[in-house]
C-alpha cells in the first residue's frame, strides 16, 4: 500500500529555517503530482506548495519567495525548504501525493517561537 512518511518538523526561531522531507512508498513516485498543506489550530487546511511530475512548481502568495518545494524521484522523496519562518507559519505540514487518489502523511509538527 502507499505510504508517505514526513520528517523534519521542530520549534525554530523566527527568520530561522527547516526542511521538511517526505518519502513515498507504494506508488510510481515519478508520474505523480506532489504536494505541501498545512493546518493550523483552528483552521482549515491550505496549499502551501505543489509540484508536478515535470517539475512545474505553485505556492501559496503567503510563502512565496520564502518556501521551495523539490523532488527527488530516485529517492522517491519532495522535500519543502523553508526559510525566513514566521510566527504564523505554525501548523502540522503534511505532504500529499496525487495518484489514482490522494494519499496523505501523518504530517510533521512546525513550531516557530521566540
Known amino acids: 500500500q502507499v505510504q508517505l512518511v514526513e520528517s523534519g518538523g521542530g520549534l525554530v526561531q523566527p527568520g530561522g529555517s527547516l526542511r521538511l522531507s517526505c518519502a513515498a512508498s507504494?506508488?510510481?513516485?515519478?508520474?505523480?503530482?506532489v504536494a505541501w498543506y498545512r493546518q493550523a489550530p483552528g483552521k482549515e487546511r491550505e496549499l502551501v506548495a505543489a509540484?508536478?511530475?515535470?517539475?512545474?512548481?505553485n505556492y501559496a502568495d503567503s510563502v512565496k519567495g520564502r518556501f521551495t518545494i523539490s523532488r527527488d524521484n530516485a529517492k522517491n522523496t519532495v522535500y519543502l525548504q523553508m526559510n525566513s519562518l514566521k510566527f504564523e507559519d505554525t501548523a502540522v505540514y503534511y505532504c500529499?501525493?496525487?495518484?489514482?487518489?490522494?494519499?496523505w502523511g501523518q504530517g510533521t509538527q512546525v513550531a516557530v517561537s521566540s
Open positions: 500529499s501525493v496525487i495518484g489514482s487518489q490522494n494519499y
Open positions: 507504494g506508488i510510481i513516485f515519478s508520474i505523480c503530482a
Open positions: 509540484i508536478t511530475s515535470g517539475g512545474n512548481t
